[in-house]
């Protein structure tokens, strides 16, 4: 199975997973899967679909926001944080490497008004560098660059 990355309490991250690997997933305690991997992105790698029927087969919830080479859109920021409230419970996110789906959570917090220096100490503990993505974050919310703002460190 792949390597799973927890952001915080009820979010994480991992690369590409297997629709043999759902039944773990939910054993380890997660009720829902989020995709963030366009289909045919690389050869061979599972299909959106068969994930979502193993998903559903393991009894979790599945949605499908995926995140190509153009970069995050509000709408797709928007799908994450309903993803995630939706969920109403841990949340595996996955793509091909999981920065994508660790960048899309933060962005995700930060629109909702999550502290950004926070996100980033939380991606940082699991391996991801926000930096790139930083200025994004403090715009979203309405941060200052120096992040000394409050915020909630949940960040869900």
């Not at 995926?66 to 920021?77: I, R, Y």
Request: net charge negative; glycine share 10%; charged share 20%.
């Amino acid at each position: 199975m792949a390597t799973i990355r927890q952001l915080n309490e009820t979010v994480a991250v991992a690369p590409q997973i297997a629709p043999d690997d759902l039944a773990e997933i939910k054993a380890a305690g997660f009720v829902a899967i989020v995709n963030n991997r366009p289909d045919d992105e690389e050869p061979g790698q599972p299909s959106g679909e068969s994930i979502r029927a193993a998903a559903e087969a393991a009894g979790l919830s599945y949605a499908a926001i995926p995140v190509t080479g153009a970069g995050f859109s509000h709408p797709q920021l928007d799908a994450m944080a309903r993803a995630l409230v939706d969920a109403g419970g841990p949340v595996l996110a996955y793509c091909r490497s999981g920065t994508r789906s660790c960048n899309l959570w933060a962005l995700a917090a930060a629109k909702g008004g999550r502290n950004p220096r926070l996100l980033a100490m939380q991606a940082e503990q699991a391996g991801y560098d926000l930096t790139n993505i930083r200025p994004m974050l403090d715009a979203l919310a309405g941060a200052s660059p120096s992040g000394d703002e409050d915020g909630d460190a949940g960040a869900r």
